[in-house]
């Protein structure tokens, strides 16, 4: 029987190596970390995430330790706030990722996928053109891992994508996410928060305990003073509109960093290897909608995997293929978006708009938020929530 090596073990690599190990395929999944571990994230599953997981049946055990997410609160420099609710019956949900991946982790196990974790991948091993294994480092020592096929799922800066020529920074933005839990920060309720400036945007997010996700994200203009200090601090303290949520809260925590963030892809794969999740390419955390790319991109190419082990022939053209069908639209949205936020003109622009009338940006928040993903899965399979 055939072995596919999954390399990363978040919610991409999780998932592919799950739904590899249902059809019957002998999986190994490797991780560099010890779970659980901490990964910065605003730690928030949209609608359409969600109603994936639910679809996969994966939701009992991550529902238990989560809170529910109604929709998003977006806000602009002024007046600018716009709220937009889900719909009835749809939510998002907010949980750390430590606990999220954790328990990822443990379905692909209870799968029956071998998880090996501490396991650092140091390059793909190539025989001519085709993948067929990885170099590793485990405990200090280096061996090769031979594999039938190898699944790519170790995230934006990923090692194998990388390697490959397949993936690479975007030139432009040059952005950089910075984030914390804090505690005591007032005015929480239950819908996520982005609030965008001309100087780019901070997202919070409720979590189960009462605490919130903070992440800031910020631009690196070339040229320009290199980006240090307390940045995460810097943004809430000088924010008019939020340093008052702040008076009493505290950092819990060292703040984590994280860029440049945007990643292209110019292809899911070469032979013998697949690409999956934040590894087939990265647009910007703004929309947050990057697990729901993560869970659909493992269907996705779980089943290329089974594609190109059934028949022998390359997977990575049909991938590459089936993900532009399935994401092409919504890529499109995020990268407008993300110019949008770009543009201090743009920015003040549409904050002056939304502050007189809010309404054509209502129905955004549910793109964002992959709601049209949530009600067909509702639809197709009589899931409500
Ligand atoms: C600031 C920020 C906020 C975000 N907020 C949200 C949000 O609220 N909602 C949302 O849906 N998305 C959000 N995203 C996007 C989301 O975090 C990603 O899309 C998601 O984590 C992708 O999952 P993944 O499994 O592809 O990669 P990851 O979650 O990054 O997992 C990759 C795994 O690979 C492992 N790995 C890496 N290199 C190696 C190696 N060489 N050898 C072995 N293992 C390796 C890592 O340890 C890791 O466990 C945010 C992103 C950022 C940066």
């Not at 990923?158 to 996410?177: I, T, Y």
């Not at 053209?317 to 003109?345: C, D, H, M, Y």
Request: charged share 20%.
């Amino acid at each position: 029987m055939p072995e596919v090596v999954v390399v990363g073990a978040g919610p991409a690599g999780s998932i592919t190596a799950l739904l590899l190990a249902r059809a019957g395929v002998p999986v190994r999944l490797l991780d560099r970390d010890i779970f659980p571990r901490d990964k910065l994230c605003g730690d928030t599953l949209n609608p359409g995430a969600w109603a994936l997981l639910s679809a996969l049946g994966l939701t009992p055990p991550i529902a238990r330790v989560a809170r529910p997410l109604h929709g998003m609160v977006v806000t602009g420099p002024g007046r600018a706030r716009v709220e937009g609710g889900y719909g009835p019956g749809l939510y998002g949900m907010a949980l750390r990722r430590r606990v999220l991946d954790a328990l990822l982790v443990e379905a692909a196990a209870q799968a029956g996928v071998i998880v090996e974790t501490g396991v650092r991948v140091e390059a793909p091993v190539l025989e001519g053109p085709r993948v067929t294994g990885v170099r590793v480092t485990h405990g200090g020592r280096a061996h090769v891992l031979p594999a039938d096929l190898v699944v790519a799922a170790d995230g934006r800066h990923s090692r194998l994508a990388f390697g490959l020529g397949l993936s690479r920074f975007a030139a432009r933005p040059q952005r950089w996410a910075y984030g914390a839990t804090y505690t005591g920060v007032a005015g929480l309720g239950d819908h996520g928060e982005m609030h965008i400036r001309t100087d780019g945007y901070v997202g919070i997010a409720p979590l189960p305990d009462g605490t919130a996700n903070v992440c800031a994200v910020r631009e690196w203009r070339r040229g320009g003073a290199p980006l240090r200090g307390d940045v995460l601090a810097a943004a809430l303290t000088a924010d008019a509109a939020l340093a008052g949520r702040f008076v009493h809260a505290e950092r819990r925590g060292s703040v984590s960093v994280l860029g440049p963030l945007a990643v292209d892809a110019r292809a899911a794969g070469v032979p013998g290897l697949l690409l999956a999740g934040d590894a087939a390419g990265f647009v910007d955390p703004m929309t947050g909608d990057g697990m729901r790319f993560a869970i659909r991109g493992a269907e996705l190419a779980a089943e290329g995997a089974l594609r190109e082990l059934g028949t022998g022939q390359p997977g990575w053209a049909w991938l590459t293929a089936a993900r532009q069908r399935e994401f092409g639209g919504k890529w499109r949205i995020n990268r407008a978006l993300r110019g949008l936020v770009a543009s201090p003109a743009g920015v003040r622009c549409v904050a002056a708009l939304a502050a007189g009338w809010s309404a054509p940006l209502s129905p955004l928040i549910a793109l964002a938020g992959d709601v049209p993903v949530a009600r067909r899965i509702a639809a197709e399979q009589g899931w409500r929530g």
